[in-house]
């Protein structure tokens, strides 16, 4: 399985990015796909995560309402729209995939596949 992650850039606070994640995977459309970020000096955290079928989405409550997940299967992508950005939200974004149900929306070790990482830094 291979999670191509890219999008990120420095944008300033209150400014926009969108995240994609392209996925060389044949099974992409039945994984959870999560997006994780980790700023230096502190643990990689869930951000968003998204259903196969895109009918339940997960959000962590620092970005509930301020970034949108959501996938195309037969592009085999996902994204990450990003808005009202804040310097809080600087670190480095991944993608992730799961395959097989189990706990949702899961944890970092829960998560099989992974992308490479895309820095996004916001500006004050």
């Known amino acids: 399985v291979q999670l191509q992650a890219s999008g990120g850039g420095l944008v300033q606070a209150g400014g926009s990015l969108r995240l994609s994640c392209a996925a060389s995977?044949?099974?992409?459309?039945?994984?959870?796909v999560g997006w994780f970020r980790q700023a230096t000096g502190k643990e990689r955290e869930l951000v968003a995560a998204?259903?196969?079928?895109?009918?339940?989405?997960y959000y962590t409550d620092s970005v509930q309402g301020r970034f949108t997940i959501s996938r195309d299967n037969a592009k085999n992508t996902a994204y990450l729209q990003m808005n009202s950005l804040e310097p809080s939200d600087t670190a480095v974004y991944y993608c992730?995939?799961?395959?097989?149900?189990?706990?949702?929306?899961?944890?970092?070790?829960?998560?099989?596949?992974w992308g490479q990482g895309t820095l996004v830094t916001v500006s004050s």
């Open positions: 992730a995939a799961k395959i097989g149900g189990g706990t949702w929306p899961g944890r970092v070790i829960d998560y099989e596949y």
């Open positions: 995977i044949h099974s992409f459309n039945r994984a959870i």
């Open positions: 998204i259903t196969w079928g895109s009918r339940d989405t």
